[in-house]
């Protein structure tokens, strides 16, 4: 049987991805001891995943080789296991590659059983899955958010902004989201309650949060660049920014300066810090409880931003670097 799957072909510039990965086919591999073969049925597209396209070695994750298949999140089932803690027909999350079946270690793969029982399983890529325990981990623990407080968040519209949006007004926070354009600033209005909005492709960012009475307690950063520097003399006294990632930088090659405002850090007494959920996979046990109870009572939601076929990935995933989605941008690979 064939495999077709995405290769890395040579690192892209901006988002010239057709040029830079094809999608190829090649004979099912054989399953050697400790390894697991799982049939994708989606495939999870994040905005992570852009840095490991570029050459720099100073990221979390060494850059993919030339060549690598495109590794990246795939949900979907067992159908041949040589591991003892797994079984034909399991459902599986973890980290595999953009193809129709990948070949994972588990342990390596950070792939776990997941529960097949729920109505969307795709929530399992949703209000479930690493974006959720991201935004549950930012909000609650890194910026220790409290009922009451300023929340602000970038990239609300997507998916862990999405999530940091809803688990800081499920907890009683004011929640201000920052997003590209009018639609998505209706949408999260109207949709996720999220008190303000800022569009950052048209307000003057600094300008609308020098008016936030009493500054922003707590900022959940997913994009970094100027909109950072816009927010850091805005926080409160003592505010906390949980670094969650830094999408306006992904597609260089090489680190960018700032944040020119690093000055504010002193001056406000912040606390700035970075987090990366693949450090607590093993947690999330304490975070599934509360999250599968917001779910139930539709207070934890995600859309999907939804693409049919393998062949289409790229289409995809261009539509998430380029903010064109709202919510959790996946593919449907089932035949
Ligand atoms: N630390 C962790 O463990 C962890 C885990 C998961 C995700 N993350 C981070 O979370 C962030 C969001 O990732 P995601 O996978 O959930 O993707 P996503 O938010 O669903 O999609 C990316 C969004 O980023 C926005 N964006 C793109 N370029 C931008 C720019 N230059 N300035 C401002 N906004 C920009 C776009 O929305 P607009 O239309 O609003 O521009 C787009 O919708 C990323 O930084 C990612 O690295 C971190």
Same mark, same amino acid.
């Given at each position: 049987? +064939?495999?077709?799957?995405?290769?890395?072909?040579? &690192?892209? +510039?901006?988002?010239?991805?057709?040029?830079?990965?094809?999608?190829?086919?090649?004979?099912? /591999? /054989?399953?050697?001891?400790?390894?697991?073969?799982?049939?994708?049925?989606?495939?999870?597209?994040?905005?992570?995943?852009?840095?490991?396209?570029?050459?720099?070695?100073?990221? &979390? +994750?060494?850059?993919?080789?030339?060549?690598?298949?495109?590794?990246?999140?795939?949900?979907?089932? #067992?159908?041949?296991?040589?591991?003892?803690?797994?079984? !034909?027909?399991?459902? #599986?999350?973890?980290?595999?590659?953009?193809?129709?079946?990948?070949?994972?270690?588990?342990?390596?793969?950070?792939?776990? !059983?997941?529960?097949?029982?729920?109505?969307?399983?795709?929530?399992?890529?949703?209000?479930?899955?690493?974006?959720?325990?991201?935004?549950?981990?930012?909000?609650?623990?890194?910026?220790?958010?409290?009922?009451?407080?300023?929340?602000?968040?970038?990239?609300?519209?997507?998916?862990?902004?999405?999530?940091?949006?809803?688990?800081?007004?499920?907890?009683?926070?004011?929640?201000?989201?920052?997003?590209?354009?009018?639609?998505?600033?209706?949408?999260?209005?109207?949709?996720?309650?999220?008190?303000?909005?800022?569009?950052?492709?048209?307000?003057?960012?600094?300008?609308?949060?020098?008016?936030?009475?009493?500054?922003?307690?707590?900022?959940?950063?997913?994009?970094?660049?100027?909109?950072?520097?816009? #927010?850091?003399?805005?926080?409160?006294?003592?505010?906390?920014?949980?670094?969650?990632?830094?999408?306006?930088?992904?597609?260089?090659?090489?680190?960018?300066?700032?944040?020119?405002?690093?000055? +504010?850090?002193?001056?406000?007494?912040?606390?700035?810090?970075?987090?990366?959920?693949?450090?607590?996979?093993?947690?999330?046990?304490?975070?599934?409880?509360?999250?599968?109870?917001?779910?139930?009572?539709?207070?934890?939601?995600?859309?999907?931003?939804?693409?049919?076929?393998?062949?289409?990935?790229?289409?995809?995933?261009?539509?998430?670097?380029?903010? !064109?989605?709202?919510?959790?941008?996946?593919?449907?690979?089932?035949?």
């Amino acid at each position: 049987m +064939q495999n077709r799957y995405w290769r890395l072909n040579r &690192y892209p +510039q901006g988002i010239d991805f057709d040029q830079a990965l094809s999608l190829e086919s090649e004979p099912l /591999p /054989p399953v050697s001891e400790g390894e697991v073969l799982i049939r994708a049925d989606w495939l999870s597209m994040d905005a992570g995943t852009r840095m490991w396209m570029t050459p720099r070695t100073d990221g &979390y +994750q060494p850059p993919l080789p030339l060549g690598a298949k495109m590794a990246g999140l795939c949900l979907g089932r #067992v159908v041949e296991t040589a591991h003892p803690d797994f079984e !034909k027909g399991d459902l #599986v999350r973890g980290f595999g590659q953009w193809a129709e079946y990948s070949l994972i270690k588990p342990e390596l793969a950070g792939a776990a !059983k997941i529960d097949a029982s729920i109505d969307d399983l795709r929530q399992h890529f949703g209000v479930l899955g690493m974006n959720a325990w991201t935004a549950y981990v930012g909000i609650t623990e890194i910026g220790q958010a409290k009922a009451g407080q300023t929340v602000l968040v970038s990239a609300a519209a997507g998916a862990t902004g999405l999530l940091a949006c809803q688990i800081a007004r499920n907890i009683g926070c004011q929640v201000i989201g920052i997003a590209g354009g009018p639609e998505k600033c209706k949408f999260l209005k109207e949709r996720y309650d999220v008190a303000q909005t800022i569009d950052y492709r048209r307000d003057n960012i600094e300008e609308v949060l020098g008016k936030v009475e009493g500054g922003v307690h707590v900022y959940f950063d997913n994009v970094g660049g100027p909109i950072l520097d816009a #927010v850091l003399p805005n926080m409160a006294l003592y505010g906390r920014i949980a670094l969650c990632g830094l999408i306006s930088t992904y597609d260089r090659d090489k680190p960018s300066a700032g944040p020119m405002r690093f000055d +504010q850090i002193l001056m406000r007494r912040l606390t700035v810090t970075g987090f990366f959920i693949p450090d607590s996979l093993e947690r999330s046990v304490e975070f599934m409880p509360r999250l599968r109870a917001w779910m139930d009572t539709g207070q934890l939601t995600m859309p999907f931003d939804q693409t049919t076929g393998i062949e289409n990935v790229l289409r995809a995933y261009s539509r998430m670097i380029t903010g !064109k989605n709202i919510g959790k941008v996946i593919v449907d690979v089932r035949d």
